[in-house]
């Protein structure tokens, strides 16, 4: 059993900033990836940023130069630091994890149960 459990959502006014954070716990072997989809009412999830266990990562172009993504491997932790934030990346935010339980099994794909971002204008 893989649970992700997601902290830090809530609503602010345009221009603020939100620290996300998801930790992953259970029956974890490895992670590879780690990662941040959102999903605005009405539209498809799409992908925020994500980062690899070396620690490369990568950005939505809506979102680069304003939210940075980090994690800390010890805690099996990914953190999503939004600033500058915009009415438009109102939506609910996913954790995704791609992980091992066992060392010969392949990576599957974990998601976390999703928390609120609003951004008032």
């Known amino acids: 059993q893989v649970q992700l459990v997601e902290s830090g959502g809530g609503m602010v006014q345009a221009g603020g900033s939100l620290r996300l954070s998801c930790a992953a716990s259970?029956?974890?072997?490895?992670?590879?990836?780690m990662g941040w989809y959102r999903q605005a009412p009405g539209k498809q999830r799409e992908l925020v940023a994500t980062?690899?266990?070396?620690?490369?990562?990568n950005y939505a172009d809506s979102v680069k130069g304003r939210f940075t993504i980090s994690r800390d491997n010890a805690k099996n932790t990914v953190y999503l630091q939004m600033n500058r934030l915009k009415p438009e990346d109102t939506a609910i935010y996913y954790c995704?994890?791609?992980?091992?339980?066992?060392?010969?099994?392949?990576?599957?794909?974990?998601w976390g149960q999703g928390t609120q971002v609003i951004v008032s204008s």
């Open positions: 995704n994890t791609k992980l091992r339980t066992t060392a010969w099994g392949r990576p599957y794909d974990y």
């Open positions: 259970g029956s974890i072997f490895s992670i590879n990836a």
């Open positions: 980062i690899q266990s070396v620690g490369s990562t």
